[in-house]
């Protein structure tokens, strides 16, 4: 939902990596621009029934991600979900691998950059690798 307040103020060079890029509308749900949207338009409702609406839009998203994973080999139909819906009901139908849920740091620190958070620092001649570093604003994060 912070991420809804970023509408409008993303660089034309980090906007694609946030929003929807119009022509693959199945990725628009949870953009800034559609979680703005949505928020927009239930702002006078409680903030426990916005929770439980998109509670079940993240539900049915997950559900249409493993439908669209799906494969039948071998006589039988395989969904590669760890989450089922069934009479209105979420069961989990297994753990995460043997630890906890794995962080893509990649994937974290372009956002972190996006925000404004880090930056990438060119490499150092003598190990020859980029890294990121803190920038003035993500200190006081």
Known sequence: MIGADRVGRLSDHVAPYFESNGRERRNYELTP?????????????????????????????????????????????????????????????????????SLRWDQLTQVMCGLGMVK???????NATDRWTLVQSGHGL
């Open 33 to 101: 621009t559609w979680m703005k949207d949505f928020m927009d338009r239930r702002n006078d409702r409680a903030v426990r029934d916005v929770a439980v609406e998109l509670t079940g839009v993240l539900l049915a998203r997950s559900q249409r991600v493993a439908l669209s994973k799906s494969t039948f080999t071998n006589g039988r139909w395989r969904v590669p979900t760890r989450l089922s819906v069934r009479d209105g009901y979420a069961f989990r139908e297994t753990n995460e691998g043997g630890g906890p849920v």
């Open 120 to 126: 990438r620092v060119p490499a150092d001649p003598a």
